[in-house]
């Protein structure tokens, strides 16, 4: 009877705390901070599928990291939902994320308000800008290609040694246009998302794709046929500060949430942040 007990009130928590995600007066033309304490959770959006920053996960192989994604039954880690976990916390509200795909992300948070903040890996680019603001950066990457191992192009040490390639880039994403820079390259159609990226290099369909550093590690561990490769300085991409930051969006109404998250990142020393990269990393599928 107990464990019955038990499974009926974890099964009504669930709920909910599942009708908070979408409960509450969230606006997205007005300051939520008082409406997201008293609905008592923040919900953030990612796509779940880019590690180390974010990936999905089975329950049976979740770190204590992990959150369960909303409205599934699989989670999500990595170093975006350790950063989102510390922003939760600092505010005294409870986590929840939801799994979005990139071209959604902010959609769902500046015009249907599904999301409260977007912690994916997102560069705070002046176009983006436009429709969110960015807090402070919790990460600053640097770019690298990522190939075969056997690839022709593998001995590659600068940019301009990429003259016949074919190179593909993610959609709307800072690494689609880092393209133009590689003297001679064929610039692909960009794909939606990195893993069907990852797959097309791996099965020769491109020859490289621009990843940030993190990603690269993460991905080259799991595909041992793969390798990147990093440039000297003068060698590699000229990349403008708010391409290489990494930083948290919120609606541009919700100024005092933007306040309270860059409070809460200046007390995130570097060494911590990059002790968490390097255990997403680590523990990364």
């Keep these: 009877m107990k464990k019955v007990l038990m499974i009926g009130f974890t099964s009504l928590l669930f709920l909910l705390l599942a009708g908070c995600t979408s409960g509450g007066n969230i606006s997205v033309d ?20 880019y590690a180390p920053f974010n990936w999905t996960v089975e329950e049976a192989n979740a770190s204590d990291i992990a959150v369960m994604i909303d409205s599934t039954s699989n989670y999500c880690d990595g170093y975006d939902v350790q950063v989102a976990l510390a922003i939760a916390d600092g505010l005294g509200v409870n986590l929840v994320v939801k799994a979005v795909e990139w071209d959604g ?3 769902s948070l500046a015009e249907s308000a599904q999301i409260d903040m977007i912690i994916a890996g997102m560069s705070p680019t002046a176009e983006r800008a436009l429709t969110v603001s960015f807090s402070e950066e919790y990460y600053h990457s640097t770019h690298v ?23 593909v880039g993610q959609m ?3 690494y689609d246009d880092l393209i133009v820079q590689m003297t001679g390259a064929t610039h692909e159609n960009p794909l939606g998302d990195v893993p069907t990226i990852v797959t097309s290099i791996n099965s020769g369909t491109y020859d490289a794709t621009i990843l940030e550093l993190p990603v690269a590690i993460a991905i080259c561990e799991s595909n041992p046929d793969l390798t990147y490769i990093t440039f000297e300085e003068g060698d590699g991409f000229d990349v403008s500060y708010e391409d290489s930051a990494v930083a948290i969006a ?36």
């Design 105 to 107: 992300l902010i959609p």
């Design 172 to 174: 709307s994403t800072i």
């Design 30 to 49: 007005q300051d939520n901070y008082e409406a997201i304490q008293e609905r008592g959770t923040i919900v953030v959006g990612m796509e779940c599928a």
């Design 250 to 285: 919120v609606r541009q109404s919700d100024v005092t949430l933007l306040a309270n998250i860059n409070t809460i990142l200046e007390s995130i020393s570097s060494q911590s942040r990059e002790e968490w990269m390097i255990a997403a990393i680590d523990r990364q599928p």
């Design 145 to 167: 290609v990522v190939l075969r191992s056997d690839s022709t192009y593998a001995s590659a040490t600068s940019i301009d040694d990429f003259a016949g390639a074919s190179v």
